[in-house]
């Protein structure tokens, strides 16, 4: 009885579950094959180590694991910290609660391309963001503020489409707190950051863990944001990605910037998901 | 947004006011709130669709505050010159035909999650996410080349496979609250009366899985039309779908009308489903929490 029953699950999960593993499992594979040279669409294949030297040793690498570094880090720490106060503000519905979030949380459904288009005609020369700045006299001309240097149009598009869904976390989150353990911490004379320290952010630390490993990840492997909006002196690690192997076919050299992207994406989150729940300690040791 | 996050905080945890007190800030916070969803959202949205009317002969410069003159030009000459009705065709076809298979592909795993218990369930549920984790620029390539080196080019037929497998954690997940849903009850009473498995299926089953289903079929539906990583790089250049033409649009040769109009087709349809799905969640609800059906 027990192996058919062991039998039944196997075979329950294979259509969906052994479907992702084995396509994932894939396609992560090939890429770790093609970084070491072999999987190659054309040419001889052998074990080298020689697209991995020829691509660390590049300054293009090294500025386009930084910059996405740099831009999803500030993603995932600056939507979290916009979306906390707003989830524990709507944390009890009042009148019109509801219309607030759902507004908050309409650009969950803006695809990302579509996002950086409406963001680049808000920022044009004729933008109302240039509009408004000469209006009030901050400058006589409009500005270029397209694809600036300082990738500010990236990091607000990244909150812009990130902030939502740290805020649909979040929200979850907070809402099932009871209201007695606040109350509790109150009438013990907690003031609110410390009532936020030491209850809500130790019992919302997972959703937290989350939102942030999510957006980390997500941030760092973005393509459309940069291309479209980005600065033009330095590329994100997709883009790089993709310039490699458009470029010559240079698959291989792909790989490795697809191997690191992955392994920044793994430790960063790993590294942000420690940090969260070690800084929460060390707070409430206070 | 960080002015606003920072009064939003005191209000949330300033504790010794009367309720009045609450109400009225909470009435002042929705009103700024309003103004900078306004900000975010309304204006934004409404130059696209200014920009998608603007008459090619007057066009729309600075220092213009609005363009001068609108007609649905644009629209007529990118729906005639350009391989936009080819991209909406494609999308269309591709989109229906993967949520249905993620949702076929799905079931079965939602069901032994929901029903079963059985060691390792939890560390396979979180395997599910795997497709969410990876970046989708890095499952794009190394997927079109594993597809090469399998001597498949069927372009429709790696993008339905590449993103079913990117959706399904989404099926999964909502398959399986469903599947939690279905009363054992009424399946037991269903039984007892000598009711037929597929007769069980629709007295027992069908009413708890039909949001769930819709559900699935909808959020996989929006996602396949707005997915741009895997049908760009797989799909490119024969294959074209909604967000490739709008990356043209906005790569390269950047033209702004074009790009509106994209924009709109691509966003508006999605915005109506999702408005669609919300009520249809809710419509579903009473039904199911009274076991009728």
């Known amino acids: 009885m027990n192996w058919r029953r062991t039998l039944l699950i196997i075979a329950l999960l294979t259509p969906g579950l052994g479907v992702i593993v084995i396509m994932i499992g894939s396609v992560f594979y090939v890429a770790v094959m093609q970084s070491f040279g072999f999987y190659n669409l054309v040419g001889e294949e052998s074990f080298s180590l020689e697209h991995w030297q020829k691509v660390l040793d590049s300054k293009q690498f090294s500025r386009a694991l930084?910059?996405?570094?740099?831009?999803?880090?500030?993603?995932?720490?600056?939507s979290v910290t916009l979306a906390y106060p707003i989830a524990i503000w709507l944390r009890r519905p009042f009148r019109g609660s509801l219309v607030i979030?759902?507004?908050l949380k309409a650009p969950l459904f803006v695809p990302g391309l579509v996002a950086s288009f409406l963001f680049l005609n808000v920022i044009a020369f004729h933008g109302i963001v240039n509009q408004f700045m000469m209006w009030i006299g901050v400058t006589d001309a409009p500005i270029r503020l397209q694809n600036d240097r300082g990738a500010w149009g990236v990091v607000f598009l990244q909150l812009w489409k990130n902030m939502p869904f740290a805020l649909l976390l979040l929200t979850g989150a907070v809402q099932s707190i009871s209201d007695e353990v606040l109350d509790a911490a109150r009438d013990l004379g907690a003031g609110s950051f410390a009532r936020f320290r030491k209850i809500i952010a130790p019992l919302t630390v997972q959703a937290m863990q989350a939102a942030l490993i999510i957006i980390f990840i997500g941030a760092a492997g973005d393509f459309a944001f940069q291309v479209t909006a980005g600065p033009t002196n330095v590329q994100s690690m997709a883009q790089y990605m993709v310039f490699l192997k458009d470029s010559f076919g240079r698959w291989n050299q792909a790989a490795v910037v697809g191997v690191s992207l992955m392994v920044l994406a793994l430790c960063g989150s790993l590294v942000l998901a420690v940090l969260s729940r070690a800084l929460l300690r060390s707070g409430n040791r206070w | 947004m960080v002015e606003i996050a920072a009064t939003e905080t005191a209000t949330a945890t300033k504790p010794k006011n009367p309720a009045r007190k609450v109400g009225l800030l909470n009435r002042a916070l929705m009103v700024l709130l309003l103004t900078v969803v306004t900000i975010w959202l309304v204006v934004p949205f409404t130059m696209a669709v200014l920009w998608s009317l603007v008459d090619p002969k007057?066009?729309?410069?600075?220092?213009?505050?609005?363009?001068?003159?609108?007609?649905?030009?644009?629209?007529?000459?990118?729906?005639?010159?350009?391989?936009?009705?080819?991209?909406?065709?494609?999308?269309?076809?591709?989109?229906?035909?993967?949520a249905v298979t993620t949702l076929i592909l799905a079931s079965p795993t939602a069901y032994c999650f929901a029903r079963f218990d059985f060691p390792g369930k939890g560390f396979a549920q979180v395997l599910t996410l795997l497709p969410l984790v990876v970046p989708g620029f890095v499952l794009a390539i190394f997927f079109s080349s594993l597809i090469f080196s399998l001597g498949i080019y069927s372009r429709f037929l790696s993008i339905l496979m590449a993103h079913c497998v990117l959706f399904l954690p989404y099926a999964i997940r909502i398959m399986t609250v469903s599947f939690g849903q279905v009363r054992q009850d009424l399946i037991d009473a269903a039984r007892d009366l000598g009711a037929r498995p597929i007769a069980v299926f629709r007295a027992a089953y069908m009413p708890a899985l039909l949001p769930g289903i819709l559900a699935s079929l909808i959020i996989v539906f929006i996602q396949s039309i707005e997915e741009f990583a895997i049908a760009f790089i797989v799909g490119a250049p024969n294959f074209t779908t909604i967000p490739s033409i709008l990356y043209s649009y906005l790569g390269y040769n950047f033209i702004r009308p074009n790009a509106?109009?994209?924009?709109?087709?691509?966003?508006?349809?999605?915005?109506?489903?999702?408005?669609?799905l919300e009520r249809l969640l809710k419509s579903a609800n009473p039904a199911q929490a009274g076991g009728k059906g």
């Open chain 1, 101 to 103: 979030s759902a507004l």
């Open chain 1, 66 to 78: 930084r910059y996405s570094a740099y831009i999803a880090t500030v993603a995932a720490i600056g």
């Open chain 2, 58 to 98: 007057t066009g729309w410069e600075y220092p213009d505050l609005l363009p001068p003159s609108l007609t649905i030009l644009r629209w007529v000459e990118v729906w005639t010159t350009t391989a936009l009705p080819q991209a909406i065709a494609n999308s269309y076809m591709l989109a229906p035909t993967v």
């Open chain 2, 260 to 276: 509106a109009v994209v924009s709109l087709i691509l966003v508006v349809p999605n915005v109506l489903l999702m408005l669609g």
